[in-house]
Structure formats: C-alpha cells, structure tokens
C-alpha cells in the first residue's frame, strides 16, 4: 500500500529541498530552505493533474467522459501559466512572508501581489479596460513581473551586497548579530576530485571575538601567500554542514549592501500602468455608442 498523497509530498519534498539548495548556492544563489520545500511541494500538487502522474486528469476523464490523455494534455496547458508561481517563492520571498520588517511593508507586498496577478491574468486573456493591444499585453506583463519582483531590475542598478577580502574575516565575523550568519564565497576539491565554487552561510553562535566564533562553528583559518585556507572543518560542525572542506578557500566574503529599498521599481511601474489604463479608457469610451435622442 502506497503512502497518502500527501504523505508522499512531504517525503519528495525532503528529499528534493536540500537538493535544489546546493543546486542553487553552487550557482551564487541563497535561498531559504522554507522557500525551496514550497517550490517542491507547489510542483508535486501541480503533478496532479497534468502527465505522467495526472490523477486529476484521469478522474476528470471518468466524469467528462473524455480521453484522459487528452484531458491532461489539456490540463497541462492550463498549469503553464500556473507553473510559474513556484519560481516567484524562489525569487521574492516576501511572498511567503520572510524578511518582512513591519506591517507597512506587509501590506506593500500583499497589495503589489494582489495588483500583479490580477495584471497577468488580464495580461494573458488579452483584455483589460478594453481588448489590448500586442504591446499592451506585453507591457502589462511587465509591470506584473515588477510588481512581483522589483529586485530583478533593481540589483542591475544597485547591487545586493558587497563583496569584502577573505583577509578580513575574522573581524567581519566579530561583526556578525548574535545567531547570524556569515556569507562567503569559497572553492575548492570534493572528495571525488571535482572543483567547486559556491556561496555559503556559516551560522555562528554567540557574539564574541570572531576567531572564537569561527572556531565554535567549526572552522580554523590559515593563511598561505595572501590566500585564506581551511585549515581544519570539524566533524558534524556547522561548517561542514554548509559544505566547506579541508584546504578549501575563501575566496571573498558578501555582505549586505546599504542601498535604497527595491520597492521603489513600484512607481516606474505603476506611472506605466496608469498610461496604459488612460490610453484604454480613450479608446472605450469612443467604443461606447452615444445615446439615442428619444
């Protein structure tokens, strides 16, 4: 007997989440292991209704009377649209509540949201205020991709962090917020003799001197002709939880940048928005006919 479905959720999702998360920090990108057992969760739902698994599908056939593959052939077309949903969770967490700083920005994210998939299903069915034009609809796409992820355009002007020499870790790690974590860029060879660079965050403890911290996570330093080194990686620490390894180097540290807020990107896209609806308003309202004179 096979597990509940949900059940079997839950087990891909555990399995797949710490796989998606190394797949990502090895390509420069953090993201919270919450968010990943959304993205695999979303898609093993999503799995219900369009091939190979399909269940929906085949119930719906029974009903419908309908050729199941056909139905979830059909049912997939529909979750094309639904299937990028997950990859937002990845790229704007705020979507799923994390890094919220008050209740302001709370309902920043909930309306912008609100406004964006409203904007992309008008954005899909071609219709607005009116029926829209090709570059209306693409347009509008836009702004709903602004909505939802200002950072995107945002880190093209104004980077999200900066990057710091590995020579200076043992202070940055001093600098660290109690239970915080330090971000690092470092490379070196697996076990398998396969060269790896990614970024890792290193939890550290307690604030302290930043030796003393690095040294309860795990990780003592040397340093060799201007490089920073592993020198040791304890077994079963933090450090080597996160993946770093004897003689690997740290390349550089990444810390967060003082920037202006990404959400400014809002008002370019909504100053868009309302030039669109101000151009679509005039073209309904020569569209509507005048009044008949009784």
């Known amino acids: 007997m096979g597990l509940p479905t949900t059940a079997n959720y839950i087990v891909v999702s555990s399995l797949m989440a ?20 959304m993205f695999v969760f979303y898609f093993g739902i999503l799995a219900d209704d369009t091939p190979p698994v399909g269940l929906a599908a085949f119930a719906a ?33 705020e979507l799923l509540l994390i890094g919220i700083e008050n209740w ?40 709903a991709f602004t909505l939802f992820r200002p950072g995107y355009w945002w880190d093209m002007v104004f980077p999200p962090t900066e990057e710091l020499p590995a020579t200076v870790i ?39 001197d930043g030796e003393d911290r690095l040294r309860e996570a795990g990780l003592e330093l040397r340093t060799e002709d201007g490089k920073v080194l592993a020198d040791n990686v304890m077994f079963g620490s933090d450090a080597q939880r996160v993946g770093l390894d004897f003689d690997w180097e ?33 073209r309904r309202e020569k569209q509507t006919p005048a009044p008949q004179a009784v």
């Open 18 to 37: 710490p796989v998606v998360v190394t797949l990502a920090a090895n390509n420069g990108l953090i993201v919270p292991l919450i968010a990943v057992h």
């Open 61 to 93: 056939a029974a009903i419908a009377k309908s050729d199941p593959i056909m139905t979830g052939v059909q049912g997939f077309m529909y979750d094309i649209r639904t299937a990028i949903l997950p990859f937002l969770f990845i790229f704007n967490t």
């Open 104 to 143: 302001i920005h709370l309902l920043g994210v909930i309306v912008s949201a609100t406004i964006a998939m409203l904007l992309f299903a008008a954005a899909t069915q071609g219709f607005w205020l009116v029926r829209s034009r090709l570059w209306e609809s693409l347009a509008i796409l836009l702004i």
């Open 170 to 208: 043992t202070e940055q790690a001093e600098f660290v917020p109690q239970d915080g974590k330090l971000q690092m860029m470092v490379q070196g060879e697996t076990l398998d003799g396969k060269f790896v660079q990614k970024i890792v965050l290193l939890p550290l403890g307690e604030s302290g």
């Open 250 to 282: 740290i390349v550089s540290l990444q810390v967060e940048a003082d920037r202006p807020p990404k959400h400014l990107m809002w008002i370019p896209a909504l100053l868009l928005l309302g030039g669109i609806a101000w151009l679509q308003l005039r």
